[in-house]
């Protein structure tokens, strides 16, 4: 259990990692979430489910290294073992036959929309995916989201791949068109990205739901770090989510919370690339 | 010995950590007594006919029975006998909060001091398992029947040893990734250190039963599911798991954690020896702690231990109704804790990034007695004031967790959510489940969870044989 059975770079410090976990791919659903433990000295990270293969128990994640924890995942092989995987956690995306159903997913949150779209597009939906990166080389899923998705269109930052700008551009160009008959919009991203989204979505009344990622302690609803604001109201993203209406959200708060423990997570970091013989860019840890 | 000898020797105090020390540690406060003190100690009971301590312990411990043990200088006796009622006895000796049990009903109470009968237990129990092999009970013959227990606090442990040695098959069922609830992520190490409860817990193994951590029922399986999986019985005991908050502007400003978070993050992830560990903790300056129970004094210690210059304890009530045990309420005096009576926050300030930098308060006034019998604080107009503060814990009390209710067809809640079941078997709604500790009675004391544990142990070994 919890072994690894792959680990692969897909994009300049995007891993993608498949680990055994039989119970947890009989179970899990899109929209849901694993919490993961390196080691001993770990902590407990929550992360989106890009995917499950029940036949062969395999549960794929898609991590961006972003801070030490996942630096360190990314040091992990095939055949290493990690500590502990526990889920599936969260309430699943509620999915139905919406119509045509629009699912937008920037950077690593592309990963967790695959598997929204999959499961949108076995009810039966039209699936319309907008996906962008900042560069092309980061740019992760496409062929997957081709197969899956009647439409797919592309943007990137920079303009190397796809449209050049965000992918909010090329929402406004195909909401303003008369007939795509749009009627549900899953949004997973950047929180940045998912507000801007939220404000276009809103001038066209179109139910959004979006993903989040809040920090997290045990996800199952014991500690509440993860409390985020929803129409006003506290709510916990580990029982009470991920997914939020979109248009209810406040983000400006919950980008306030995510950068909690910015000081400690660059000494984390630090200490991890000199321990790793990486040369530091931020000099002396004081 | 004559009593009135016996009346002259002065209660043995445990010899401690120094507070100036202690608050730089996370060590254990209290070092236990020595065989000579405890035996001093033990000759104090009068060993009285009626023993009215018995009564006044939820499970009924015989104590004047392993006192008399313990000052005749068998240690190790005395340890089994409170083994015989009471499965957790190093952990109950340090958390129960005798001075409302056994010990105020100590005849001795009224004019001399109480038997320190926690302070004895916990000696007994410590003294058993520093002798190494603790033994390992006789077992029943396997029965063939399966049990799964949801939970590994005191309710889940005391079920598991009890029904392990009456032959049938155990298997605890955890969330977390260690075993022990609420005594590994919620009681800090100074005041039980968790190699204690990993001993309770390895002992456990020992004896069969099998411990399966990281699976959360509810999610990864429900109750039904376990039933489809062989299980004949099945035992709820996943404690109170959803933190209260106050519902107050501000609350959530950055530096502003439930009690179960900040213990969470300091004890089950250490992140006090941060960066050792990876999971870390904001340690302010200025930190108040919300709330006058057990929890409240564990945050309020343990925010001294990571580096507050002041610790505050803020309660809406005065020290009279403060629900915690006065061992921690004293030595949270002696660590330099300052405690603000009779206080209730009303809202934060914050920062522009979203920090708080302050508390507003209003100052109460005691009322009329209300449900609980104790007076109710009102606030008193006009009085609000501003504290500095950079972070606040709230420890103001759970909610029942959830999860295992809404999987769980059939299964009865009240309007609080916590699960229904008979205070004699624990015996829920459901046919074939058992409940007991927090999730029934709402945040309760560890040696309560136990008890519940002990009377459903026993239901669930008479359903089983009938099977």
Not at chain 2, 68 to 82: H, R, S, T, V
Not at chain 2, 154 to 174: N, S
Not at chain 2, 385 to 406: H, R, Y
Request: net charge neutral; charged share 20%.
């Amino acid at each position: 259990m919890n072994k690894i059975v792959e680990m692969r770079k897909l994009a300049p410090s995007i891993n993608l990692l498949r680990i055994g976990v039989p119970e947890i791919t009989k179970k899990a659903q899109a929209g849901q979430f694993v919490v993961l433990r390196i080691n001993e000295e770990g902590e407990r990270i929550p992360m989106s489910i890009t995917d499950i293969d029940p036949e062969a128990e395999i549960l794929t994640i898609i991590f961006q290294e972003v801070g030490k924890s996942t630096a360190h995942l990314a040091t992990f092989k095939e055949g290493d073992v990690l500590a502990d995987v526990v889920g599936p956690l969260g309430i699943p995306t509620h999915i139905e036959n919406f119509g045509t159903a629009l699912c937008i997913g920037g950077g690593i949150g592309i990963a967790p929309v695959h598997f929204i779209a999959k499961a949108l597009k076995q009810k039966g939906n039209k699936v319309i995916s907008i996906i962008g990166a900042r560069s092309k080389n980061l740019l992760i899923l496409e062929d997957q989201m081709k197969r899956l998705s009647d439409e797919l269109l592309i943007s990137t930052d920079d303009g190397s791949y796809g449209h050049h700008g965000f992918v909010t551009d090329l929402l406004t160009n195909l909401l303003s068109e008369q007939s795509t008959g749009v009627n549900f919009i899953m949004a997973i991203g950047p929180v940045i990205m998912m507000r801007a989204v939220c404000k276009i979505t809103q001038l066209y009344q179109i139910r959004t739901m979006v993903s989040l990622n809040p920090i997290m302690v045990d996800g199952t609803g014991m500690c509440g770090a993860c409390r985020v604001t929803v129409g006003g109201k506290t709510q916990f993203a580990c029982v009470d989510g991920p997914d939020f209406d979109g248009h209810k959200v406040d983000f400006d708060e919950l980008l306030k919370r995510q950068a909690m423990y910015v000081k400690q997570e660059r000494i984390a970091m630090e200490r991890f690339n000199q321990k790793m013989g990486l040369h530091t860019t931020e000099g002396v840890i004081k | 010995m004559t009593d009135a000898e016996k009346l002259k020797i002065p209660r043995q105090k445990m010899p401690a950590q120094m507070p100036k020390e202690r608050i730089k540690n996370f060590k254990e406060v209290p070092f236990g007594y020595t065989p000579e003190m405890a035996m001093t100690e033990a000759k104090r009971c009068l060993q009285c006919k009626k023993a009215l301590c018995v009564g006044g312990c939820p499970v009924e411990v015989n104590i004047p029975g392993f006192v008399l043990m313990i000052a005749q200088g068998n240690f190790i006796d005395a340890a089994k006998e409170l083994k015989k009622t009471n499965s957790l006895p190093a952990i109950c000796g340090r958390v129960c909060p005798q001075e409302d049990q056994c010990e105020k009903v100590c005849v001795l109470t009224k004019k001399y001091q109480p038997v320190a009968i926690g302070n004895l237990e916990r000696f007994a129990a410590d003294y058993e398992r520093k002798q190494g092999e603790v033994e390992i009970p006789q077992i029943a013959p396997p029965t063939g029947k399966k049990v799964a227990i949801v939970g590994s606090g005191p309710a889940g442990l005391t079920v598991a040893g009890d029904l392990i040695k009456l032959g049938h098959q155990i298997t605890i069922f955890e969330a977390l990734h260690k075993a022990g609830g609420v005594l590994v992520y919620g009681i800090p190490e100074f005041r039980l250190p968790k190699t204690i409860v990993q001993a309770e817990v390895d002992y456990l193994i020992k004896l069969g039963v099998e411990v399966k951590t990281s699976q959360v029922i509810g999610k990864l399986f429900s109750i039904d599911e376990l039933f489809e999986q062989g299980y004949q019985a099945v035992f709820i005991g996943t404690g109170a798991g959803l933190p209260n908050f106050m519902n107050i502007p501000g609350e959530n400003l950055n530096g502003i954690y439930s009690a179960n978070e900040y213990l969470t993050r300091s004890n089950l992830m250490k992140a006090y020896d941060f960066p050792e560990y990876d999971t870390p903790i904001f340690s302010g300056k200025n930190v108040v702690v919300l709330g006058g129970g057990n929890t409240a004094m564990d945050s309020v210690r343990t925010a001294l231990r990571l580096g507050a210059e002041n610790a505050y304890i803020v309660y809406r009530r005065s020290k009279t109704e403060m629900p915690a045990r006065i061992e921690e309420t004293h030595h949270a005096e002696e660590e330099g804790v300052e405690f603000h009576f009779l206080t209730t926050p009303i809202k934060y300030i914050g920062n522009e990034n979203g920090w708080v930098t302050g508390m507003e308060c209003l100052r109460m006034e005691l009322g009329e007695p209300d449900a609980s019998g104790r007076r109710r604080p009102v606030p008193v107009q006009g009085s609000n004031f501003i504290m500095e503060v950079d972070t606040v814990v709230v420890a103001v009390g759970n909610s029942s967790n959830p999860l295992v209710p809404q999987t769980t067809p059939g299964l009865e809640v009240n309007k609080w959510g916590n699960i229904i079941a008979d205070p004699e078997t624990g015996q829920t709604s459901r046919k074939g489940v058992w409940a007991g500790g927090d999730i029934v009675t709402g945040g309760a004391t560890v040696i309560l969870a136990a008890g519940a544990g002990k009377k459903a142990a026993r239901d669930i070994d008479n359903y089983l044989k009938f099977l």
